[in-house]
């Protein structure tokens, strides 16, 4: 089948699709889903689920903590941009990133998280961390930009859309 398009389904069938979108087309799921529902399936899902409006979700430390915890697990780092319209610029990802916190290289392509060059500055061992040279990464660690909005555009920097599949649910599958 065509493994270019966005991924269309259900709510039922969201599991399989972020799957598709990570395991074969190897890039990193933004999920549309104008109901919302979506969201909060994901919200109870193993790993973080962040809102992009929030200050305490989005500060720079709590951002590290939780993505060294969710690459050392295996388990999904959520970032939910909801129902902000594209004229609210300040919560573009990309105003998210610092390569000591919440590196850029994360949007970049799916394997570029994973190269101890890009993940390793994350790393604190006075704060509890592992060393670099002890820290393993589960491949099982997954980037989610969730939203209930139709155009990804107002959050997702086009020049790393392409390193996306959006992957609609519901509504926003038709």
Known sequence: GDDSGPISCGLRGLPEAL???VFVREKWPVVVDPSGQAGRYLRYQRGSFLLA???AD?????LRTLLVGALK???NMCVAFGALGASDT???LS???SDDFFPRALIEGKGKIFEQEVWSK???PEKGDCKPNEFV???NFQFIAVSELADVSSFLPPENAANFVEVRVGAAAK
């Open 19 to 21: 799957e598709t979108a």
């Open 53 to 55: 409006d929030s200050p």
């Open 58 to 62: 989005m500060d720079p430390e709590h």
């Open 73 to 75: 697990h295996g388990s």
């Open 90 to 92: 300040s919560r573009d």
């Open 95 to 97: 105003t998210l990133f």
């Open 122 to 124: 994350l790393l604190r």
């Open 137 to 139: 990464i589960d491949g």
